[in-house]
């Protein structure tokens, strides 16, 4: 997911429109399509997923790279705690708004 | 040690994990075989270790991926995880701050236009394009597609996830830029 959407949404959003490369669609639209109900869902399980993939290759890299095997238990606390932390904060987000 | 792996009694079993060496399995030839120093009172060598370790693991340095481009690149790749995380929590700010309204929205696109924070986002643009490519490369390795009870070549499968990638940003740019 992250692979496929990701690259697009840091052109268009992060990059392009700032230095007004490109125009995005006008504010209140913006507003409107980030409230709708489908678009929460779907950036809930985008954002869900992002976390998620965070904290699983993470983990194996704190594990492989830095030899923390012996650290397993902690850092398998650690980060899906932070995921599962993240992604709760998503869903009050985006529960709020509108 | 007969076929069905039965092992006549009274003879040592092979050395194996969670055994001990034939020597020590002997038992009834103490006087010549070798017998644990703390049976006999003797001090004990704190370096011993009973049955030997399940398995032999040499110490690997902390920098084992500095070595070899390849190791190099594997942990870059997963490195980009940390950049995903981060796009989808901007993502998570961005969408609070369109719903606070347009002198949010417009506060934060100020900022986002600084150069410093361009840089850094094409710097994180770069890694995520990385992130991208390599699993997309991979996929033919991780799905093993079947149709009609042949296998998809992994050429197609490699096409297709890179026409898929294409289709998403394509229907993105879409929906977010103006027409």
Same mark, same amino acid.
């Given at each position: 997911?992250?692979?496929?959407?990701?690259?697009?949404?840091?052109?268009?959003?992060?990059?392009?429109?700032?230095?007004?490369? %490109?125009? $995005?669609?006008? #504010?209140?639209?913006?507003? +409107?399509?980030?409230?709708?109900?489908?678009?929460? *869902?779907? =950036?809930?399980?985008? %954002?869900? $997923?992002?976390? #998620?993939?965070?904290?699983? +290759?993470?983990?194996?890299?704190?594990?492989?790279? *830095?030899? =923390?095997?012996?650290?397993?238990? $902690?850092?398998?606390?650690?980060?899906?705690?932070?995921?599962?932390?993240?992604?709760?904060?998503?869903?009050?987000?985006?529960?709020?708004?509108? | 040690?007969?076929?069905?792996?039965?092992?006549?009694?009274?003879?040592?079993?092979?050395?194996?994990?969670?055994?001990?060496?034939?020597?020590?399995?002997?038992?009834?030839?103490?006087?010549?075989?070798?017998?644990?120093?703390?049976?006999?009172?003797?001090?004990?060598?704190?370096?011993?270790?009973?049955?030997?370790?399940?398995?032999?693991?040499?110490?690997?340095?902390?920098?084992?991926?500095?070595?070899?481009?390849?190791?190099?690149?594997?942990?870059?790749?997963?490195?980009?995880?940390?950049?995903?995380?981060?796009?989808?929590?901007?993502?998570?700010?961005?969408?609070?701050?369109?719903?606070?309204?347009?002198?949010?929205?417009?506060?934060?696109?100020?900022?986002?236009?600084?150069?410093?924070?361009?840089?850094?986002?094409?710097?994180?643009?770069?890694?995520?394009?990385?992130?991208?490519?390599?699993?997309?490369?991979?996929?033919?390795?991780?799905?093993?597609?079947?149709?009609?009870?042949?296998?998809?070549?992994?050429?197609?499968?490699?096409?297709?996830?890179?026409?898929?990638?294409?289709?998403?940003?394509?229907?993105?740019?879409?929906?977010?830029?103006?027409?």
């Amino acid at each position: 997911m992250a692979a496929l959407f990701l690259p697009v949404l840091l052109v268009v959003l992060f990059i392009a429109s700032p230095l007004e490369w %490109v125009e $995005l669609v006008t #504010f209140d639209e913006l507003q +409107r399509l980030v409230r709708h109900p489908l678009m929460r *869902l779907g =950036l809930f399980g985008f %954002v869900f $997923l992002c976390f #998620f993939h965070w904290a699983h +290759r993470f983990r194996y890299t704190l594990y492989d790279g *830095l030899q =923390l095997s012996h650290l397993a238990q $902690l850092i398998a606390v650690l980060t899906y705690g932070i995921a599962t932390a993240l992604t709760a904060a998503g869903a009050y987000v985006l529960w709020g708004l509108g | 040690m007969h076929a069905g792996r039965g092992v006549l009694r009274g003879l040592p079993e092979e050395c194996g994990p969670g055994r001990s060496h034939p020597a020590l399995q002997g038992l009834r030839d103490g006087g010549l075989l070798q017998i644990r120093p703390h049976a006999l009172g003797g001090a004990v060598n704190p370096e011993y270790r009973p049955y030997h370790p399940k398995s032999y693991r040499p110490r690997v340095p902390i920098f084992w991926w500095l070595r070899q481009w390849a190791y190099l690149k594997f942990i870059a790749r997963e490195l980009t995880c940390v950049l995903v995380a981060y796009s989808a929590v901007m993502l998570l700010v961005l969408v609070v701050v369109v719903d606070q309204g347009q002198a949010a929205y417009l506060e934060f696109v100020d900022w986002l236009s600084r150069p410093s924070v361009v840089a850094f986002h094409v710097a994180v643009l770069l890694g995520a394009l990385f992130h991208t490519v390599t699993w997309l490369n991979v996929a033919p390795m991780a799905i093993v597609l079947k149709v009609s009870g042949r296998r998809v070549p992994a050429r197609a499968v490699l096409l297709g996830h890179y026409f898929a990638w294409v289709v998403c940003s394509a229907v993105l740019a879409w929906a977010l830029i103006q027409k």
